[in-house]
């Protein structure tokens, strides 16, 4: 018997679904899939190859060009992608449990990711029969339209930090378009994924439109990329990922969108509400165990209430519940694996030489095995630090004082990340000043993080090309054909019309 919480019916082999089939690799390879509270392997995944890649793209491409997903009307895209988010929602319990078991999210938490999972869903069903293109007219003369079409067959390729609502983040818009997909999610918590078939398969999609290939990065990922008839990648993941995969994308001149890392600034000013911004400082970085894109990883305190902030947020910090995912009670569960528990616990040490320590530092007491750490708080910490330049994508903060908006503002851009920021005054003149010059995709006044799903969504700098969100999600998925035709005579000039000739 497992000493720590094991959901019933655990899947204990995974496969990708190709061709409305589950299936094993072509060759057969495996690999371990591990629970990050006892770093037991309780599952093996299939490994997929190049050669599983193909057969998931030439079924994507089949559906694409022979079948109905393509050529439907919105309205009846619409109505499939509406059950989708049902299904998603009655099986709201089963796939949090599944999701929090596989990535050490806390089970509270894990719980809205599958609501924002469906919510997707819904946005995009909506989105798409509202869709409408332009039509423009040069009066007497031509009138010219917009055809959009689904690009083709997607390359989706999704991290491990939020599983199953990042990957509906890049289903439903993409399926909403049209277009047919290859999902390659991440390798550390591929349990979740697999429920999507069942999903799809109940709502009505229709055969071979969506493509599940699981396995390595550097294997199954890589093969998409490089695979001619994937058009298009979305890929969310690390920044130095980003750049392989845009390296590699660039021989087949591929659409790409890229959402990266982030080590977002969260700005404290003097005439801040003070418990509002602590509470939300604390979530910024400490919710979803810190393994989160838009953290507010480098907290900035203006000087006159830099000493009262660093002690509250602290105490707090102490406070918080670190334990087993599944109870209901704890705030920061088991970070995903055990190599990045080891890259979180080594910048931990690092910070103890670049700041001064004010909680956490190591591993909670009392919880002896399995990826946690407790949340630790450094203060005083210089912009040169490693610690306020690098992500740690763990419960880490790192605290710096300021004296002058100039000098918070030169801290909150002096990183190569620009995914969020967060700032927080009662000063409107200074919040939207502060908010048009920072350099981040993103920026929440007085406010966490909070999504509106209409909004663009996507980082600058080393965070990210391009702007998912919205409409901005349809355009990225479909072509826009420009038609133009003539209204009355065509003035062509004659070449090769004239006496001489
Ligand atoms: P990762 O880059 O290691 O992996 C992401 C995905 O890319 C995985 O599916 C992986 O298998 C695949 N991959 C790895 N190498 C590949 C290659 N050579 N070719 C093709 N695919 C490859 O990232 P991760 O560790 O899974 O996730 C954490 C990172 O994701 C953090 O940097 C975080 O900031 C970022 N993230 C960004 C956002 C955002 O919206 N900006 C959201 C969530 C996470």
Redesign the pocket.
Known sequence: MADHYVPENLPTRIQHYIDGKFVDSVNGATFDVLNPVSNTNYATAAAGQKEDIELAVAAATRAFNDGPWPRMKPRERSRILNKIADAVEAQEARLAELESFDSGLPITQARGQAMRAAENFRFFADLIVAQFDDAMKVPGSQINYVNRKPIGVAGL??????PFM?ESWKLAPSLASGCTVVL?????TPLSASLWAGIFEEAGLPQGVFNLVN????E???A??KHPDVPLIS????????Q??FR?AATNLKGLSM????KSPCVVFADADFDAAIDSALFGVFSLNG????AGSRILVERPIYDEFCEKYAARAKNIVVGDPHDPKTEVGALVHPE?YNKVMSFVDIGKSEGRLLAGGGRPEGLDHGNYVAPTVFADVKPEARIFQE?I?GPVVAITPFDTDEEALELANGVKYG?AAYIWTQNLTRAHNFAQNVEAGMVWLNSHNVRDLRTP???VKA??LGHEGGFRSIDFYTDQQAVHITLGAVHTPKFGASASN
């Not at 390729?157 to 939020?162: D, Q």
């Not at 959402?259 to 982030?262: D, I, K, R, T, Y």
């Open positions: 390729i999704t991290p491990w930090n939020t990042l390659k999610p991440a390798e550390f396995g390595l990065g550097e199954a990922g890589d998409l990329v890929f969310t993941g690390e920044t130095t990922t980003g392989t995969i590699n959402e990266l890392g982030g393994e989160r894109c838009t990045h992500e994508f995914l969504f996507g980082g965070s990210g």
